[in-house]
């Protein structure tokens, strides 16, 4: 399974971006894909998360701000992302995980929010 993240930029704070993750290969047992982000100087955290079954979870920095979704049939997954601010500015991050606990990642995509 290959993930490929893009969409990234640089954009002015209140600005919009839409981060998209195209994913080729098989995989069986999908259990969540989902969105980290990783600031400089900062660890790894979840932004967002939608399950086999359509159910998302936000992290509280993005809830109202954010919107994962998923196109099953072309295999993308995007983040859109409104009302961005300089907090936001980090490198995305597209993950899969399993059932079966394997983990993959995309490449990630920089977010720069700056005026």
């Known amino acids: 399974v290959q993930l490929q993240a893009y969409g990234g930029g640089l954009v002015q704070p209140g600005g919009s971006l839409r981060l998209s993750c195209a994913g080729s290969?098989?995989?069986?047992?999908?259990?969540?894909t989902g969105w980290y982000r990783q600031a400089p100087g900062k660890q790894r955290e979840p932004v967002a998360s939608i399950t086999s079954g359509g159910s998302t979870m936000y992290a509280n920095s993005v809830k109202g701000r954010f919107t994962i979704s998923r196109d099953v049939a072309e295999n993308t997954l995007s983040l859109q992302m409104n009302s961005l601010n300089l907090e936001d500015t980090a490198v995305y991050y597209c993950?899969?995980?399993?059932?079966?606990?394997?983990?993959?990642w995309g490449q990630g995509t920089l977010v720069t929010v700056s005026s």
């Open positions: 993950n899969l995980d399993t059932w079966g606990r394997a983990s993959y």
């Open positions: 290969g098989s995989v069986y047992g999908i259990r969540t």
